[in-house]
């Protein structure tokens, strides 16, 4: 059986700092003392897929991706 | 008669491979005259090279073990490998931009042995396939260069067409994806996010691009000429070759040396422990690099691995001595000053981090005491920590670890500032090379150019 593993990647070079995805995603996004995004260390529960999909799409720069890699 | 016999020997075991012996090699020939070497006097040093039609060049150069002397000191041949094969021809970057403001041996080499660098290019777009090539230089090479490729052009020499381009006076500048930015008609040099494999892929004109470091391709230059054993009958076994080294802080400086990779450090710098005596401390690797002890310098043996070991790095050859009478924390500020105006400004954590950083060592340095502060130290490493892998390139990441360094290594010194204790003797400033424009200003709105 194929073991899914999902992270979530901040491209910094599009990040505006909104702040969206610490909102919609506090279990894994916290944000820096500027307010800028930082990603928890290691992978995704499948629990939390549909906060990580959420967080990802309601990103006003869409600066964030799901990055899925089986392993 | 036994002399004699000796002496044969060596003769003989010297001739097994053919080539000039020992070191110095690129800068075989530079002592004598401050000018650029002539097409017709580097021929009749280094003799002809044939590279037209050369299929072996690849695994000559693998065979060698040549690594890149622009910092990252990654497998030549692996490079070359990447972006050779892909469909279309690629475009092989002579990257002389050299933007770290402690190094001169890329500009020396331009300024100095043109033509070894020229044959290296060559050599490389035979190799890869590639029908162009680049020489990405400061203005201050540019003339020579164009000088040495008109006599190149007389003498018919290059299978290949080679040109000048004037890379921009930036740290950054040479940064490889920065360079293809650059070469494709944007302004500022700006690294991508993530695009190693990109350039390799899609880089100058949407075609295959190496970027590859000046020094490396003089290398590469005589490795064509004289073959891989040659090239690593001088260094030790995992770390083949000769490197140079750009050493500041005593005079006269810049001074460029060249010395045999895994030979111990303080030989390839002329540095006894009685000179080690009137320095404090020395930067290893440049602005982005390490600072490390003068008994750690004494100690080390010039390779990659071993620097990697004490927690530093060669980078592209800096060697930044720092006097006794300088005040380290006041060189330290001015530096990520620097480094501050430095960045690309397209992400949060470089703009708002060195921004901090440079605020917190500025007060460190030059404000009043900070008795409220007690914490400003660790104040100073937790913005290094936020900084750390997150930026859109390595910049701040060289900041950080530079600045991290510094507090190791000068501790002493930043607890004197801390408790308002006055530098002895008065600090002087200046010591650390930096450009006579102090660096420009950039946007530093993150997201201000995309």
Not at chain 2, 135 to 143: E, L, N, P, Q, R
Not at chain 2, 156 to 185: H, K, M, R, T, Y
Request: positive net charge; aromatic residues 4%; contains cysteine.
């Amino acid at each position: 059986m194929t073991d899914w593993h999902v992270t979530i990647v901040v491209d910094p070079t599009r990040c505006d700092g909104h702040g969206i995805c610490h909102e919609l995603f506090p279990e894994r996004v916290s944000i820096d003392r500027w307010g800028y995004p930082v990603v928890a260390e290691g992978d995704i529960p499948p629990a939390l897929f549909d906060h990580a999909r959420h967080a990802v799409n309601e990103c006003p720069r869409l600066a964030l991706h799901l990055l899925e890699r089986s392993r | 008669m036994t002399r004699t016999a000796t002496r044969r020997g060596e003769r003989d075991a010297s001739r097994s491979v053919p080539g000039p012996p020992g070191a110095p090699r690129l800068l075989l020939g530079l002592e004598s005259a401050a000018r650029p070497i002539a097409l017709s006097e580097h021929l009749a040093t280094w003799g002809p090279l044939h590279v037209n039609g050369r299929r072996d060049l690849c695994d000559q150069v693998e065979a060698s073990g040549l690594v890149g002397h622009g910092g990252a000191w990654f497998p030549v041949a692996t490079k070359w490998r990447a972006v050779a094969g892909r469909g279309r021809r690629p475009v092989v970057v002579a990257n002389g931009a050299e933007g770290e403001p402690a190094s001169a041996k890329d500009a020396l080499l331009l300024s100095r042995a043109p033509h070894l660098v020229l044959d290296g290019a060559a050599a490389a777009a035979v190799a890869t396939g590639a029908k162009r090539a680049v020489v990405y230089t400061g203005a201050h090479s540019a003339a020579t260069v164009q000088t040495a490729l008109d006599e190149r052009r007389w003498a018919g020499i290059d299978p290949v067409a080679i040109e000048v381009a004037i890379a921009p006076d930036a740290f950054l500048a040479g940064q490889e994806s920065a360079v293809v930015g650059v070469l494709n008609g944007r302004g500022d040099p700006a690294p991508s996010f993530s695009a190693v494999q990109s350039i390799r892929d899609r880089g100058v004109g949407g075609r295959p691009t190496l970027v590859q470091n000046v020094e490396t391709l003089a290398h590469v230059g005589l490795i064509a000429r004289f073959g891989a054993a040659w090239f690593r009958s001088v260094g030790g076994a995992d770390c083949p070759g000769t490197m140079l080294l750009t050493v500041t802080g005593r005079w006269p400086e810049p001074s460029v040396v060249e010395a045999p990779l895994g030979s111990p450090l303080r030989d390839a710098i002329h540095l006894t422990p009685a000179d080690a005596a009137h320095y404090q401390g020395a930067l290893l690797g440049g602005y982005g690099g390490t600072w490390v002890t003068m008994d750690t310098l004494l100690g080390l043996s010039l390779s990659e691995s071993a620097a990697r070991r004490a927690h530093a790095t060669l980078g592209a050859g800096v060697v930044a001595l720092l006097p006794r009478h300088v005040c380290p924390v006041a060189e330290v500020a001015r530096v990520v000053a620097y480094m501050r105006t430095q960045g690309a400004g397209q992400c949060g954590p470089c703009v708002h981090g060195l921004a901090a950083l440079a605020g917190q060592l500025g007060a460190l340095a030059h404000g009043a005491p900070l008795r409220g502060r007690p914490r400003q130290v660790e104040e100073i490493l937790e913005v290094c920590a936020l900084v750390e892998g997150r930026g859109a390139c390595r910049h701040p990441d060289g900041v950080a670890r530079f600045v991290r360094s510094a507090c190791s290594v000068f501790a002493a010194d930043l607890s004197a500032h801390l408790r308002g204790v006055p530098c002895t003797p008065s600090p002087v400033a200046g010591t650390l090379p930096l450009p006579a424009h102090g660096g420009r200003r950039r946007a530093s709105a993150p997201g201000a150019r995309r």
